[in-house]
Structure formats: C-alpha cells, structure tokens
C-alpha cells in the first residue's frame, strides 16, 4: 500500500478557497535528501520505509490567517519515522502439521 499525504489535507478547509501558493518539502533525516513539491500535488513517502523523516508545509493566503494581526502564511511541521508492520512475524520460525 503506498503512502501518500494529499496537500489538500494539509491546509484547512475553511481557508482553502484563500490558498495562494502551497509548497510541501519531505526530508530524509538520515541522508539529507530533500524534494519540494508544489500546490497540488500528492506527496510520495514509500521510499521512506524504515527512515526518519521530516514533513514541512508552507501555505500562503491571500488573506490573513488569524484575525487581529498581517499574518499570511502558515508553517506545518511533522517529524516522523516510517515502519512495516505486520500481521504476523515474518522472522518466525514456520512448521507445518502433518
């Protein structure tokens, strides 16, 4: 199953019709290998598997985004480490029953 983060889902819905420009950096923690990616766009984390990762989004408005103040843009950041789970063991020892 792949692994994907929809940039939609990072922003609000409330100010989604506001979105001037959303740009999404994915960073292995490990080797330093950073891709950007534009409005729009799905973002890919399969190659991700068994690394440590960093997530930043940067969205821009064309209006403010907290009432009372100029503020136009809006920082996410998600830390986090990508694992295979399974169902069962794959390590374990098999043994048929005759």
């Avoid at 960093?54 to 996410?76: P, Q, W």
């Amino acid at each position: 199953m792949p692994w994907t983060i929809t940039n939609a889902a990072l922003t609000e819905k409330r100010n989604r019709k506001n979105l001037v420009e959303l740009n999404t950096t994915v960073k292995n923690k490990k080797t330093g290998h950073t891709r950007t990616y534009s409005n729009n766009t799905d973002i890919s984390l399969d190659d991700m598997n068994g690394q440590d990762f960093v997530v930043i989004s940067r969205a821009r408005y064309n209006t403010t985004t907290v009432e009372g103040t100029a503020c136009t843009h809006v920082e996410n950041k998600v830390e986090g480490s990508m694992v295979t789970l399974y169902q069962t063991n794959p390590n374990e020892k098999q043994t048929s029953c005759t």
